[in-house]
């Protein structure tokens, strides 16, 4: 006897109803998503630095525009631009330019300050300017002409940093940058890839077993793994179908997603400490956007199984949406800047962050894409 195929639209219905509480519309998250970005821009100013936190919001305030054309978002992300010159860090001595930690304006080489370089291409795209993507280009084209490949030695690095080489290379056709890409990636996954659990530490220092978690497990830090589950994302978005290395990228985004998805909490968010919920208790935030923004591009694109993987991002969206997400509009439960899961830190309904309200953009933005798809 022939099994019958359940239409597509059936299929999503019956996922649906298997989410507790679940029943949200297009509407319903466009409503969320202007709550949230109007909350953050009306207690902001545009005329803040281009370092990383800052950039990392207008990577998901760039992703609402993109959806809703809004000319308020838009004029935001571009009055920072011009604030900060188009620019990371400021230096123009090349001699002097740095890529270990740095907040000082040397560290041109540093992946937090070319975050800011994602939110200049994509601007550069709805009217293109030279001026406006001038020093992306100096900067990342004198990075690849050095002989160093251990540009990216932390987990949020290739959030950071990664969009911005496929973004380019995309834009001119140089192939250089899908090359150094991949140099680079080899040298982060040398240093900070679990081939056993297919995680990523923050960085070396985290490494198990030199470090454990409370209870004496390896301990992978949930922002973190964010960072590179969505920059794959962005990667892969970008990347052109015949490109060598696409398929290593589209493994590694697979194998992340399925041990992402096995370490979900009952309520949709993800525990600081992926695997030791009882190392920092209780929601976060932004680790869980990243991972709900991943997880709805996997399925949107054809990358991840539907029937597999949709219901944890609906449930990590519904914990976005309904406990994060604050009548308000603020976004709260979001751990502070930092690099590790921490026992005993206070992360509360009034935790909050811009770098979060970004990761909160990106996910329901997907979420929107997906039930446009489904209809």
Not at 152 to 157: E, F, K, L, R, V
Not at 217 to 222: E, I, L, N, S, T
Not at 234 to 247: A, F, G, I, Q
Request: positive net charge; contains cysteine.
């Amino acid at each position: 006897m022939r099994k019958m195929k359940l239409p597509r639209v059936f299929l999503v219905c019956l996922l649906f109803i298997s989410i507790r509480g679940y029943s949200q519309t297009k509407e319903d998250i466009l409503a969320s998503l202007n709550s949230a970005n109007v909350y953050w821009q009306s207690n902001h100013k545009a005329q803040v630095n281009a370092f990383w936190d800052n950039a990392a919001y207008h990577t998901g305030n760039m992703e609402i525009y993109q959806l809703t054309k809004n000319e308020t978002y838009r004029k935001y992300a571009e009055d920072w631009a011009e604030y900060n010159k188009w620019m990371g860090a400021k230096s123009d001595d090349k001699s002097q330019w740095k890529y270990s930690y740095g907040e000082k304006d040397e560290y041109v080489l540093f992946g937090d300050w070319q975050i800011c370089f994602q939110t200049y291409i994509d601007l550069y795209l709805l009217k293109p300017e030279a001026y406006k993507i001038a020093r992306a280009k100096e900067v990342m084209q004198y990075q690849m002409s050095t002989p160093a490949n251990d540009y990216w030695w932390w987990a949020d690095g290739l959030y950071m940093v990664m969009p911005v080489m496929t973004k380019l290379y995309k834009l001119t056709g140089d192939r250089q940058y899908s090359d150094k890409l991949h140099e680079y990636l080899t040298y982060a996954n040398s240093i900070m890839y679990d081939k056993e659990a297919k995680l990523y530490y923050r960085d070396a220092k985290y490494i198990y077993p030199k470090h454990k978690s409370a209870n004496g497990r390896k301990d992978f830090w949930a922002r973190g793994d964010g960072w590179v589950f969505a920059g794959l994302a962005k990667v892969l978005k970008d990347l052109p179908e015949n490109d060598p290395h696409r398929e290593e990228y589209v493994s590694r985004f697979k194998d992340m997603a399925k041990a992402i998805v096995k370490s979900q909490a009952a309520d949709g968010y993800w525990t600081r400490s992926m695997l030791d919920p009882d190392h920092a208790p209780g929601p976060e935030t932004s680790g869980t956007a990243f991972f709900t923004y991943g997880l709805f591009w996997g399925i949107n694109h054809g990358l991840l199984k539907e029937k597999t993987y949709l219901p944890a991002a609906l449930k990590g969206w519904n914990y976005l949406s309904k406990k994060a997400l604050q009548p308000d509009g603020k976004v709260g439960f979001v751990q502070p800047i930092g690099e590790k899961a921490i026992p005993g830190q206070v992360v509360d309904v009034n935790s909050t962050a811009n770098f979060g309200v970004g990761a909160f953009l990106l996910a329901g933005c997907e979420h929107y894409r997906y039930l446009l798809n489904a209809k």
